[in-house]
């Protein structure tokens, strides 16, 4: 069972955000991720927030959590505490990148506990998929470029295969992030391997 936590950065695109979302998900909304419900066509099971960016009438069955508006957590960092909390393994974060580049930070930081954690975690938004790599990862050729940062400012040694630029047991740098925009070879698919640390990856639409 997916944690799918609502963030409410803007989101364009949602027939294409639709797709990665399951018929028995078990969905949090963040403050004004409220908004996004109903295009996503999914309803609250949990609602979390210090409602300073929405100022709507909460009309809900679902629970409700205010938070306090001077805290440590983010909105959303609490509603992926409170998913580790009630057992969830795989998370899907959406409409957490935004305009705001401080919460979009916080947010993409968020994978890397969540990988600490041997939980899997994917961010979603109108232009790729994000997630942390600590052993392989895949990229087909349905994906125009992809990029691996260095978000963690962790040693790695980093192999890849089947790509445009390839890499053999190289590493990336958080002060040099060189490994952007590359690209999948034809009728191939990449294969990433972290022989040590972790990555950030993004698969552009």
Do not use: W
């Amino acid at each position: 069972m997916q944690c799918v936590v609502v963030g409410g950065a803007d989101i364009k695109n949602y027939e294409r955000i639709k797709t990665y979302i399951r018929e028995d998900d078990y969905v949090i909304a963040c403050d004004c991720g409220v908004r996004h419900l109903d295009a996503l066509g999914v309803q609250a099971d949990l609602i979390v927030g210090d409602f300073d960016s929405y100022k709507g009438v909460l009309e809900t069955e679902a629970e409700v959590i205010r938070l306090p508006k001077e805290k440590d957590d983010t909105d959303t960092v609490y509603a992926l505490r409170e998913g580790i909390n009630r057992g969830f393994d795989e998370f899907l974060l959406l409409g957490v990148v935004g305009n705001r580049f401080d919460h979009s930070f916080v947010n993409v930081a968020a994978l890397l506990k969540l990988d600490s954690l041997g939980k899997k975690a994917l961010i979603v938004d109108d232009y790729c998929e994000m997630e942390v790599v600590s052993d392989a990862a895949f990229v087909t050729s349905e994906y125009p470029f992809f990029s691996l940062l260095n978000i963690s400012g962790e040693e790695n040694e980093i192999s890849i295969e089947n790509a445009k630029f390839g890499l053999n047991h190289g590493s990336i740098s958080s002060e040099y992030q060189f490994a952007t925009s590359n690209e999948v070879l034809p009728e191939k698919t990449v294969k990433i391997t972290l022989h040590k640390g972790r990555v950030l990856l993004l698969r552009d639409f």
